[in-house]
């Protein structure tokens, strides 16, 4: 994702879990330091100012979750794994175990525990902490129905969803001949997503309870 679109979203994740609190001067710690995003998008301003992410739930459509890492301790809310159908409580344990989908594509090991301490991982004096380090969060296991997961996030009080699913058609393309960036599809190509007509049910549900949504855009290099 752009960086200019990290930021804004960023800023906009601390400042909408704004509750009143004085003015502080943070220092850049040896946490603050170890996430090397957080400089980038000038977290520490909002800090200094009192945002934090205190009072915000973000819910994590990912790969599961280890529950049982020190990062997640006293913030992390029921949620639930559709592969297993079972809740995922804070005492679950590590549920961002490799899965093999119908294609006998094995999924990625320990990438929603990545993604969720770049969220939102305690400021404990350990490691490094998150974006938004005072806020609760919540994994969905995702499965393979998008529509399941957006109304479970919507029903369950999330303020935020994050979907770093990287949903696009760039992947091992060359960049030189073949659609790369979005302003590159003609309108008849972004048009195919009235062939997904659960994605969009799922997104009108989190529309409907004012949930922002923010989705990567994958890892490739694109030109703008």
Same mark, same amino acid.
């Given at each position: 994702?752009?960086?200019?679109?990290?930021? %804004?979203?960023?800023?906009?994740l601390?400042?909408?879990?704004? =509750?009143s609190?004085?003015?502080a001067?943070?220092?850049q710690?040896?946490?603050?330091?170890?996430?090397?995003?957080? %400089?980038?998008i %000038?977290?520490?301003?909002?800090?200094?100012?009192?945002?934090?992410? *205190?009072? =915000?739930?973000?819910?994590?459509?990912?790969?599961?979750?280890?529950?049982d890492?020190?990062?997640?301790f006293?913030?992390?809310?029921?949620?639930?794994?559709? $592969? +297993?159908?079972? =809740?995922?409580?804070?005492?679950?344990?590590? +549920?961002?175990?490799?899965?093999?989908?119908?294609?006998?594509?094995? $999924?990625?090991?320990?990438?929603?525990?990545?993604v969720?301490?770049i969220?939102?991982?305690? *400021?404990?004096?350990?490691? !490094?902490h998150?974006?938004?380090?005072?806020?609760?969060?919540? !994994?969905?296991?995702?499965?393979?129905?998008?529509?399941?997961?957006?109304?479970?996030?919507?029903?369950?009080?999330? *303020?935020? =969803?994050?979907?770093?699913?990287?949903?696009?058609?760039?992947?091992?393309?060359?960049?030189?001949?073949?659609?790369?960036?979005?302003?590159?599809?003609?309108?008849?190509?972004? +048009?195919?997503?009235?062939?997904?007509?659960?994605?969009?049910?799922?997104?009108?549900?989190?529309?409907?309870?004012?949930v922002?949504?923010?989705?990567?855009?994958?890892n490739?290099?694109?030109?703008?």
């Open positions: 994702m752009p960086l200019f679109h990290v930021s %804004k979203l960023m800023r906009h601390l400042v909408i879990g704004m =509750v609190a004085p003015l001067t943070l220092a710690d040896a946490e603050f330091e170890l996430q090397h995003g957080l %400089k980038m %000038k977290a520490d301003e909002a800090y200094a100012q009192g945002f934090t992410g *205190k009072g =915000v739930v973000v819910a994590v459509v990912d790969s599961g979750i280890d529950s890492h020190s990062e997640f006293g913030k992390l809310l029921a949620g639930f794994d559709f $592969n +297993t159908n079972q =809740v995922i409580l804070p005492q679950s344990g590590n +549920t961002d175990l490799p899965t093999v989908d119908e294609d006998g594509e094995v $999924n990625v090991l320990g990438h929603g525990t990545h969720s301490g969220i939102a991982a305690n *400021k404990d004096g350990q490691g !490094m998150g974006v938004a380090y005072d806020n609760q969060l919540f !994994m969905i296991k995702l499965a393979d129905d998008f529509e399941e997961a957006f109304v479970r996030v919507a029903n369950q009080g999330a *303020k935020i =969803v994050n979907l770093s699913l990287g949903l696009n058609e760039c992947y091992g393309l060359d960049s030189d001949t073949d659609f790369c960036n979005v302003t590159e599809y003609a309108y008849e190509d972004l +048009t195919g997503l009235k062939d997904e007509p659960g994605l969009l049910r799922g997104l009108q549900a989190l529309h409907e309870q004012d922002l949504v923010v989705a990567a855009t994958g490739e290099q694109q030109p703008h």
